[in-house]
């Protein structure tokens, strides 16, 4: 619930405007900067609820069809592309994880703004689970993949949006030095591109989508490091 | 569990009345002067799964019904209907997390009525995804807007008393300003007016209240800060 | 992972078994004592999915079976039953949690053995919704009553023994008053004894049994402080 | 998202490559040595959600089947194998959830690396429910002890894996005693070996395996620290 507009409103005129504002600065500090923890945490709530929620649908074979370790063995092969799926939900959501975390490292302190724009990275994260499973379900359609891109995208934006604002507004802890704000800049913008690439790829084949999507999140994952340590 | 009443009925006239009675407040300080962090800690696991549950109710087209892209297509626009209640329902969550999140800001401490006080807002919490799915499912009956609308207003009406007592029982930061805690009480009432407003609207239509609660809440997240800032 | 049984056997003879043994002594005291923080947000995430996990058996009205306000209010009246239980399941999870933090405020660390002894607690937590549901559907049958008094009594007594293995193993901050200790001690065995007798009123019948534990919850966590407060 | 190889690329040779790769060194720690505090919160939410996913496996029994206390009786006796299972896989989690747990005990920083070993330790850790509940419902097939005991392997491997890198790369705390790192070690690896011969145990029956993995996770639940103690 916002609490510092109506003071604004309704006592400027009652005490003296001067003191008044002085005042109202104040209080609108100590209302607005929040440290972000609770945020945090609320986040990481979010995240462990829908990295977990897929496994929800890998569903068991039905007992009634299984006579042997055969049948329960080609059963279980029938799941692998629900664990692919899964396994590629969980990097997409493992890499936005982390693309939060480190910003709100940097962060020195939160407002109300900000904070509404972490919600609505929440919203767009409690949303993976479903674009996930609707490509899952429909591998060969493009309008799936378009879902599933559209989700990534609306995850790079708001996150890209947060980095800005949070630097615009000056919530950024003052001693991180301008190449980590840029490189986490272009760091969304490059990932982006490469989604976008993979989305296009669609033309081809849906499938073609899929790999390359699954590729560059991999390399998120796995090998930037590596390639770091060996110029260092 | 308490722990304090039953001591002080037993004790109190075993080994003289007036060392013990003293000796009663300190346990009872002891005990009942918690930091609300677990409190916190809690919230947001609720907050976080409440959060994440409406996504459960984003079915899956039925993929036997779906021969081309157009019928993936309409089949999704027809989810649209869920897809705004869930981001409704996500925006009233996120109005009241930040209205128990500023509260709990200004708590020096809590104790175990605060604590319960507290609980029973998390029972409305994990009602709210009932309440909405019940309004999408029968979105033009008055009945299922009601059960909404008391939803909404059983939060309010929790959050508003857990504020007043936390003030009456000196549970607050001592150098918090009065403005600041009379602001939080009267944007709880204002709040909760407008969704009376929006309540009553059904008289003409659902439709009407639906879309009003809708502009309320996003004037909540999105409204308030810009026109703090033209004024500032 | 239990992690220092093995040194000590493996060890002990080879580089003198007095050094070694002080060292042991070291190393298992760093091992063992670890701040229960970590332990703090487990339960804290278990109590919160188990809080909001009865939600998901609200189930909505059948859409087919409604065709007017009155058939959807009819519907929903029907709900209250569960509803009553949802709301004792909240009392009870409630207090519950309350129990738990309250110990866990008084200890200064945690060994393995109190961790494994408060995950079982966390194991009779995530019984309770099961407990819960089954209490509901079968509300005339003793065996579910039977069923939901075991749970709550297996929760008594693990909280209860977890609270003197750490007063028995100097887990809990010195500086805690013996009347504390005690008093925590004889609240379990109070409220457990209430429970007992509730549970011993099915032999009249189970809805006795229900009222009166309901009874005995709502007591536990509204009334004590208002005693209190009169008292002080 | 990593953040610090493209800077590393791009602007390397533009303003002077020494002071440049100094810069990018200290930048590099910056972003890379991070508290593990969101790690650990991220992971109880995924511990506490998957602790909890397998009650939702215990279904009622059918209302319309039980028509006296004998029948209802009978039809949680027949729960009976389910709930073995579930208190088998709360053994299993809480025995990594101890593991890991122990780990960062011990981690002064994490990496990025590190992250995402732990982001696949948690992978492993959500499929444990889907394993499980396979094993369960197909107790007598190979194939399912086969994917259950691969599960904890998959546990296992990656711990043991976290732990090696963790070392190797200095993210311990420097005061770790090398019998701390060298015990941490070579515990899982006699876990793994005994899971191993308990999965071996298949050859004979699938019975006798689950039964000593069983005995096995008793033991390291409960047994250690008595000998512990004897011996102290």
């Given at each position: 619930?916002?609490?510092?507009?109506?003071?604004?409103?309704?006592?400027?005129?009652?005490?003296?405007?001067?003191?008044?504002?002085?005042?109202?600065?104040?209080?609108?500090?100590?209302?607005?900067?929040?440290?972000?923890?609770?945020?945090?945490?609320?986040?990481?709530?979010?995240?462990?609820?829908?990295?977990?929620?897929?496994?929800?649908?890998?569903?068991?074979?039905?007992?009634?069809?299984?006579?042997?370790?055969?049948?329960?063995?080609?059963?279980?092969?029938?799941?692998?592309?629900?664990?692919?799926?899964?396994?590629?939900?969980?990097?997409t959501?493992?890499?936005?994880?982390?693309?939060?975390?480190?910003?709100?490292?940097?962060?020195?302190?939160?407002?109300?703004?900000?904070?509404?724009?972490?919600?609505?990275?929440?919203?767009?994260?409690?949303?993976?689970?479903?674009?996930?499973?609707?490509?899952?379900?429909?591998?060969?359609?493009?309008?799936?993949?378009?879902?599933?891109w559209?989700n990534i995208l609306?995850l790079g934006?708001?996150?890209?949006?947060?980095?800005?604002?949070?630097?615009?507004?000056?919530?950024?802890?003052?001693?991180?030095?301008?190449?980590?704000?840029?490189?986490?800049?272009?760091?969304?913008?490059?990932?982006?591109?490469?989604y976008?690439?993979?989305?296009?790829?669609?033309?081809?084949?849906?499938?073609?989508?899929?790999?390359?999507?699954?590729?560059?999140?991999?390399?998120?994952?796995?090998?930037?490091?590596?390639?770091?340590?060996?110029?260092?």
């Amino acid at each position: 619930m916002s609490i510092f507009v109506l003071p604004a409103r309704g006592h400027s005129t009652h005490n003296g405007a001067l003191i008044h504002s002085t005042a109202m600065v104040t209080l609108y500090n100590k209302i607005a900067n929040q440290s972000p923890e609770r945020l945090a945490a609320l986040s990481d709530g979010v995240f462990a609820f829908a990295l977990t929620l897929l496994v929800l649908d890998l569903h068991l074979p039905e007992p009634g069809s299984i006579h042997s370790e055969r049948d329960l063995w080609r059963a279980l092969v029938l799941l692998t592309p629900s664990i692919v799926m899964y396994l590629m939900s969980f990097l997409t959501l493992g890499i936005f994880w982390n693309g939060q975390q480190t910003q709100m490292n940097y962060l020195a302190r939160c407002d109300r703004d900000l904070t509404w724009m972490y919600i609505a990275f929440l919203f767009a994260v409690t949303l993976t689970p479903f674009s996930t499973k609707l490509l899952a379900a429909f591998i060969a359609y493009r309008t799936a993949l378009l879902v599933y891109w559209l989700n990534i995208l609306l995850l790079g934006v708001v996150l890209y949006s947060c980095w800005q604002y949070a630097n615009r507004s000056g919530l950024i802890k003052e001693d991180t030095p301008r190449e980590i704000r840029r490189a986490i800049r272009r760091r969304v913008v490059i990932a982006q591109s490469m989604y976008a690439v993979g989305a296009l790829l669609c033309v081809i084949s849906t499938r073609w989508s899929i790999a390359f999507i699954f590729v560059v999140q991999l390399y998120y994952a796995i090998a930037p490091r590596k390639l770091q340590v060996r110029r260092a």
